[in-house]
């Protein structure tokens, strides 16, 4: 089961909030019908727009790297976090790099996403796997 918590040391959530906060990250990961208008609802009713889950990954860490559009969409509407680092130092920029979606890539950098956020971040992602048509978007020259 997903553990989950916007303070690491506060572990004793009980299981029907468990449960309802495991049902909003696999929307972040597989999308749905209504999933972005899912989230505008419980955000504008006080859902915590960074909520992390267990490996530290944010609503939009997840949504960012399985290309949920319309679900980062409202996510970056509401003020949720580009640059929040997962547990393994990723940035949610770096990881669109990785799994070559210039759509979210795009949306990312005009919500104000580091390209130096992260480890490895943006630049060296872009350099590591070759993505040069990125270097001058992410404010890089070769």
Known sequence: MTQFSTNP???????????????LFD???HGGENA???????????L???????DGNTFLMLAAYNGQLDIL?????HGADVNALNDRQQSPLAGAI???DDAVVSRLLAAGA?????QPNAVECATMFGRHD??????ETE
Do not use: M
């Not at 040391?9 to 049902?23: G, K, L």
């Not at 972005?36 to 006080?46: D, K, P, R, V």
């Open 114 to 118: 580091s390209p130096t956020a992260g």
């Open 9 to 23: 040391d506060h572990q004793d959530i009980p299981d029907d909030v468990r449960e309802f906060a495991t049902e």
């Open 98 to 100: 990785f799994k070559k």
């Open 48 to 54: 915590p727009v960074d909520l992390a889950n267990q």
């Open 73 to 77: 969409d409202v996510l970056i509407e």
């Open 36 to 46: 972005a208008e899912t989230f505008h609802n419980y955000l504008n009713i006080g």
């Open 27 to 29: 929307l972040c990961r």
């Open 134 to 139: 990125l270097l001058e978007q992410l404010g």
